[in-house]
Each structure stands twice: as structure tokens, then as C-alpha cells.
């Protein structure tokens, strides 16, 4: 396994590789890795000759008053999955070589807040928008997030030139998102989108979780359940969304303290919300306990 830090020699690397006819597969992370970055990292590697894993917190997709700085980097750690793993390359550059000449946030200085929410970094002139699909769910409450998230993605894929991308369905909008740039700015990549990797009580794994207590980590099974009985209501008959949503709050309400940030049926393309069930429906939800703001969706489909 290699480690490159450098943008130019990613390229170089990747460049040979193409004309040495091998595939590249990309698994894009900020770290902190678990049992479901694993489990791209395994797709990835079982399906093309060279897998490729980036580890970078970007910070572009935090707002000021989010956890930037809190954020875990256990680099040691995500090394050793990455071995496990038999990954060929990790990408770990640093903010100046992913963003040169822009004036960034440290974690020395933390005074500094060159990224504000849907603001382009001090310095550097470019960004990608998709407007309206980025500014529901995640997007209202996270304005800019999903440029920051665009805009590094559009990067690593100039960056690695892969053949295939492996993301995750639990960050179902950003996984929206990240196709429809690729199909509006022609990138020459496939998609996969790889199942949600649970933790035995339902909780949907995410390098967030560490910031649960270990009651808050059993009280979070409320979110998995809920969907559950949303899908079972949907089965049985029930086609109001404002029905299903209420009676998901109520479940998840049951927590104590908990601060529902969004629970709702939405169209799985264009995310917006339904009235009517009908088709194939995305209930998505975003939920806080303790210090973790905690996504989650699954999909109904009815026939």
C-alpha cells in the first residue's frame, strides 16, 4: 500500500495506471473509518485492478459553528483498515494542496473562518453549485454544505481519474447530489451506491457515532425503528406522507432529549417531498442526540 500526499503525483499515478490498461476504483472519505467505509473499500477493491481510498477533512463542508476541529482523525487507525482492506493507494493531502493559495481555517488558528456557509474560500475563486436539490433536508439547515461537498468531490474525481465511484446510501442527499453533478458536468465515471452498514440495534454506522455516550448509542436504535414502521405502514395501506411523518416523530420522540430536525417521504431524485405515497418513495430523516446529528433513510418501493 502507498500513501500519496502529493495532488501532481495522484495524477501522474493515475495517468499510468490508465495506459497501462487497469481500472481505478475511489472510495472518498474524511477518515475516521468504520465497518461501513469497509465495506466500499472491499467492493471497491474486488472489482477493479487498483482501489483507491482519500482520506481528507474538507473543510469546506462545515459551517463556522460546526465540528471542524472536533472532528476525529485517528490517521493510525484508518491505516491499519486500510491495509486490512488490501488498499493500493490512500490520498491524503493537505488543505493547501487540495485548496492552493486559499486562506484556510487551521486547527492551530481557529480564529480564522475563511469558509462561511455558501461562500467560496478566501482566495480561491471557483465552486460547484446545483442549486435547488442541495438547499432541502441537510442543505436548509447546512447552507453551503453541499457546494463544499460538490466542489471537493469534482476535485478528487480531476484528481484520481477513476473508473468507478463507491458511495454509501446512508448519505442518501449527498449521494443525489454527487450523481447529478457527475451527469450535468459530464465526468466519465460510474456509480455504485453501496448498502448501509448497521450496528446490531439498527443504528446506521457514521464517524459521528463516537460523539454518542453509550446510553445515547441504545437510544438511537428509536431512528432504525422508525423506519421500520413506516415501511410496514406503507405496505399495509397507509399512502399520506404527513401520516407516516408524524408517526415516526412520535416514535423517535420517545428519546429524551432528542431535536428532530427533519423526518419526511420524498421523490429518491429530485428529494422533493410527497403528499401522496406513490412509486418509490426516500423517507429520510435527520435527528440529534447528545452532541450527534444523525442521519438516516430507507427506500419503499410500491408495486
Known sequence: MRIIHSVKQMQNFSQRAHQAGKTIGFVPTMGALHAGHASLLRKCQQENDISVLSIFVNPAQFGPNEDFHKYPRPVKKDVLLAKKEKVDI????????????????????????????????????????????????????????FDGVATVVAKLLNIVSPDTLYLGEKDAQQVVVLKRMIQDLNFSVNVKVCPTIRELNG?????????????????????????????????????????????????????????????????????????????????????????????????????
Do not use: W
Not at 411523518?245 to 417521504?265: D, L, N, W
Open 90 to 145: 490512500i490520498l491524503n493531502p493537505s488543505v493547501d494542496q487540495m485548496y492552493p493559495g486559499a486562506e484556510m481555517p487551521s486547527l492551530k488558528n481557529k480564529a480564522k473562518k475563511a469558509f462561511q456557509p455558501g461562500l467560496r474560500p478566501t482566495g480561491y475563486l471557483t465552486s460547484v453549485h446545483l442549486g435547488e436539490i442541495t438547499e432541502r433536508l441537510c442543505g436548509k439547515s447546512r447552507p453551503g454544505h
Open 203 to 303: 443504528l446506521a454506522l457514521s464517524s459521528r457515532n463516537q460523539y454518542l455516550t453509550d446510553e445515547q448509542r441504545r437510544q438511537s436504535s428509536v431512528l432504525y425503528q422508525a423506519l421500520q414502521m413506516a415501511r410496514k405502514a406503507i405496505k399495509a395501506g397507509e399512502r399520506s406522507a404527513a401520516k407516516i411523518e408524524r408517526m415516526m416523530a412520535a416514535h423517535i420522540r420517545r428519546v429524551k432529549p432528542t431535536a428532530i430536525e427533519y423526518i419526511h417521504c420524498v421523490h429518491p431524485q429530485t428529494l422533493s417531498p410527497m403528499k401522496a405515497l406513490t412509486g418509490t418513495i426516500l423517507i429520510v430523516l435527520a435527528v440529534k442526540i447528545g452532541n450527534a446529528r444523525l442521519i438516516d433513510n430507507i427506500t419503499v418501493t410500491l408495486r
